[in-house]
């Protein structure tokens, strides 16, 4: 791992706020950030262990962990707010047994919350592994998942 780090560190050496991309590279080749680049980040871009952390921590797209077999992104933004997306978010918790940025003990599902999926006539709306979907319930959601297993 840490020489394919070092390749794409390598590939936006010379690109300005270096960072993020290579953040975004490293999250799309391995799914997640490990943690055991951070200090290989600091080290080729000069910056200190906390700052790179500190970007990483920031931006909600980047997870320090493997996500699980299906990933569930349900919307906060404030168009699906005000059509349920709480309840949504409650009733997702309760269907999976984890809070929002957890991986169900079996890493079948990982719950993530974002805040606009640009479908915000159709709220409450939720991602599932990256298929987009719109007035979302308890109901719908379960049956999405069950479908996406026969998928
Ligand atoms: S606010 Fe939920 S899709 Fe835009």
């Known amino acids: 791992m840490p020489d394919l780090v070092r390749a794409i560190v390598a590939e936006h050496r010379t690109t300005r706020g270096a960072l ?7 999250q799309d080749r391995f799914g ?3 943690p055991d680049v951070v200090p290989i980040l600091a ?10 952390h500190g970007v990483i921590t ?3 797209d980047f997870h320090d962990e493997p996500a699980g077999t299906a990933t569930v992104r349900v919307c906060r933004g404030e ?3 005000s059509v349920g997306a709480d309840k949504l978010v409650a009733d997702a918790e309760q269907v999976f047994g984890v809070k929002t ?3 169900t003990p079996d890493r079948s599902v990982t719950l993530r919350q974002v805040f606009c999926l640009g ?3 159709l709220g409450p709306a939720a991602q599932i592994n990256g298929r987009l979907y719109g007035r979302v319930d308890r109901g719908r959601l379960i049956e999405v998942l069950a479908n996406e297993g026969d998928s």
């Open 20 to 26: 993020l991309p290579i953040l975004h590279d490293i």
């Open 32 to 34: 997640f950030i490990d």
């Open 43 to 52: 080290h080729e871009l000069n910056m200190s262990r906390a700052d790179v």
């Open 58 to 60: 920031f931006y909600t």
């Open 79 to 81: 168009a699906c707010q």
């Open 101 to 103: 940025g957890q991986t």
């Open 119 to 121: 479908n915000c006539a």
